[in-house]
């Protein structure tokens, strides 16, 4: 495992990555070195404040540590710089069904536009789960069964 973490910016479309080696990466998605992965995000974020990706990034760590409100904060960030960000968006809708929102939950998800796999897949999949969570069974099976057919 690599001890250096490296945070560069890339020249093409000056995406801001960060690379603190494979099983660094693993081990801070199943939580072991959730707060590396946090101060590794935060240093992202300062050093490319308008990367959507840095923040959203953050955002995942933020939530994966179970604090919603600085989760949304870092969020709202990333759909300030990309008001279309079909992954920010998710989260947030994400976020608005762990907070027990589902009517605004479902607005949000509504918002996701574009029909590219990973904006069908998110919009649809957002939808059936607020409109489960509303108690609207018919209206989430359907969007379902409509991700199943668009995304196959």
């Known amino acids: ?31 072991t070195r959730l707060p590396e992965a946090i101060a590794i995000s935060r240093k992202a974020v300062d050093l490319d404040p308008l990367s959507v990706r840095a923040w959203y990034v953050l955002a ?22 990309d008001l279309a960000n079909e992954f920010a968006l998710t989260l947030l809708g994400t976020i608005e069904l762990l907070e027990r929102k589902p009517a605004v939950a479902l607005a949000v998800f ?34 379902l069964d409509e991700a199943s057919a668009r995304t196959a």
């Open 110 to 143: 509504k918002r996701i536009s574009g029909d590219s796999p990973n904006q069908l897949g998110f919009r649809l999949t957002g939808i059936a789960m607020a409109e489960h969570s509303l108690g609207h069974a018919l209206e989430s099976k359907q969007a």
């Open 1 to 31: 495992m690599k001890d250096v973490i490296r945070v560069q910016k890339l020249s093409y479309g000056g995406t801001l990555w960060i690379n603190a080696g494979e099983d660094r990466r693993i081990d801070a998605l199943t939580g």
């Open 60 to 81: 995942i760590c933020l939530l994966a540590s179970r604090d919603l409100e600085a989760a949304r904060e870092a969020n709202q960030h990333a759909i300030a710089i």
